[in-house]
Structure formats: C-alpha cells, structure tokens
C-alpha cells in the first residue's frame, strides 16, 4: 500500500469513527419523547393513557399521579390533568408529586418543580419539560 492509499483510507476510516458517535448522540437528545410514543404504540398521535388501566389507577383520586414512559402525568383537579417530563433537568433522577403543595420534588439532591414545571428549588437551573393533556372519555392524550 503505498502513502497516499493509506492515508486516504486512514482519513475516510477516522472520520467514520469520529462521527459515529456523534451521530448516536444527535439520535438520543431530543427524541426521548419520540421513544415514549413508539413505547406506547402512539407515535405520531401523542401518547394515549387509558385511565381504566390498573397502571393509571392512581389518577382516580385528584393529586394522584401515574408515570408513562418519561412522563409523570398528575391529576391535579376534578377534571384536570397536567403532564411534565418526569426526569430531572439536574441529574436525571425521577420526580414525584406532592399534592400538598402541588410542587413535584426531586428526590436526589432536593430540587423542587412547581407544576408549571418551573425550579423552585435548585440544584436543577432548568425547568421540566411540560405537555399538554386532552381527556376524551377515559382516554388521555398526551402531545
Ligand atoms: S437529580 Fe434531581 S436534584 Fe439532582
């Protein structure tokens, strides 16, 4: 092999390394929620929550909450429900609901959401994806 063969093909081989991972990457940030609606066999047509289902019993009693895929959805009224990214902005970790002061705290390292989705409390510096939320009979719709 002479110079100039190898080097072309140590260019085109190294940049397919380099770039792989970067494109994975690009894959994984900002599609979370396409992978949530491909879980639950709704892509393209928001996330369907079937309040009769035994997961979602929770969201019979208002302050109840459920999570599907990486969304807590809370029932925070009569007929109100709200719908926010359950995963932390700070380092991931699961939020929950406190009814009581209708703020959903993280239980990691302290930080607190108002159900707007806002940081109350840091450490997290940035607020929780929010959805909206559609109920039609006993189905929610999740977009
Ligand atoms: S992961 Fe939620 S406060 Fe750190």
């Known amino acids: 092999m002479e110079r100039k063969d190898f080097i072309q093909k140590f260019a ?18 900002g599609n979370d929620d396409v992978m949530d609606d491909e879980e639950n066999g709704q892509n393209g047509n928001g996330i369907k929550v079937d309040l009769n289902n035994a997961s979602f019993a929770a969201l019979k009693d208002v302050g109840g909450f459920a999570y599907t895929g990486n969304i ?3 029932r925070s009224g009569e007929n109100a429900y709200i719908a926010l990214s359950k995963i932390c902005t700070h380092e991931g970790c699961t939020v929950t609901y406190n009814h009581a002061n209708s703020q959903l705290p993280c239980p990691c390292h302290g930080s607190v959401f108002s ?3 806002a940081v109350v409390n840091g450490p997290a510096n ?18």
């Open 12 to 29: 085109i081989g190294g940049s397919i390394l380099l770039t792989t991972p970067l494109l994975f990457n690009a894959c994984s940030d």
């Open 72 to 74: 807590i959805v809370i």
């Open 115 to 117: 159900s707007t989705g």
């Open 126 to 143: 940035s607020n929780l994806k929010t959805y909206s939320v559609k109920k039609e009979g006993d189905i929610l719709t999740i977009t």
